[in-house]
T-cell receptor
Framework: GQNIDQPTEMTATEGAIVQINCTYQ??????LFWYQQHAGEAPTFLSY??LDGLEEKGRFSSFLSRSKGYSYLLLKELQMKDSASYLC??????????WGAGTKLIIKP | GAVVSQHPSWVICKSGTSVKIECRSL??????MFWYRQFPKQSLMLMAT?????????EQGVEKDKFLINHASLTLSTLTVTSAHPEDSSFYIC????????????FGPGTRLTVL
């Protein structure tokens, strides 16, 4: 079956760095997306990885290892506004996004 | 990035009434639109996928006669919740995919439905 595994909740301090890990199993693979979702709002796109390695975009970086079925999202210089849920969503062979429950990130001053 | 709008943002209705939610892609042509439902603290659940001009493909367990989806143009899809009941209260989110880079889905802001 198809499966996403992320920690349910993480806590970090403002200004620090946090890494959110994601392991996945899908029927086929056409890349992996990370989305940010604030409470009561729709998800917003953060990153897309289709090849192995690290993609950096400002304070956010995303890493993919296809052979290990593993990805992580790295957030640097954390700000209070980064408090949100972070959704790891691989795309299967039908180009359909597979969604987990996400990781709720709590930022403390 | 591409913009997707939804209307209304929130709606409260009585049990037994029908509610229509619109999803529009404002600056691109959406060949495919997706309808999701999300209950509090749960993951997004795909309800159906619709391609312009053809019937929607519903996920297992989603009643197609209760959740009517119309994708009549490349910029508009509608979801009608017929004879809504309190258990249909949820956050409904649409996303759209067109001929844009990396097959990204662009999400609308969502519609919060409360059925009394």
């Amino acid at each position: 079956g198809q499966n996403i595994d992320q920690p349910t909740e993480m806590t970090a301090t403002e200004g620090a760095i946090v890494q959110i890990n994601c392991t996945y199993q899908t029927s086929g693979f056409n890349g992996l997306f990370w989305y940010q979702q604030h409470a009561g709002e729709a998800p917003t796109f953060l990153s897309y990885n289709v090849l192995d390695g690290l993609e950096e975009k400002g304070r956010f970086s995303s890493f993919l290892s296809r052979s290990k079925g593993y990805s992580y999202l790295l957030l640097k210089e954390l700000q209070m506004k980064d408090s949100a849920s972070y959704l790891c969503a691989p795309m299967d062979s039908n180009y359909q996004l597979i969604w987990g429950a996400g990781t709720k990130l709590i930022i403390k001053p | 990035g591409a913009v997707v709008s939804q209307h209304p943002s929130w709606v409260i209705c009585k049990s037994g009434t029908s509610v229509k939610i619109e999803c529009r892609s404002l600056d691109f042509q959406a060949t495919t639109m997706f309808w999701y439902r999300q209950f509090p603290k749960q993951s997004l659940m795909l309800m159906a996928t619709s391609n312009e001009g053809s019937k929607a493909t519903y996920e297992q367990g989603v009643e197609k006669d209760k959740f009517l989806i119309n994708h009549a143009s490349l910029t508009l899809s509608t979801l009608t919740v017929t004879s809504a009941h309190p258990e249909d209260s949820s956050f409904y989110i649409c996303s759209a995919k067109g001929q844009v880079e990396v097959d990204e889905q662009f999400f609308g802001p969502g519609t919060r439905l409360t059925v009394l």
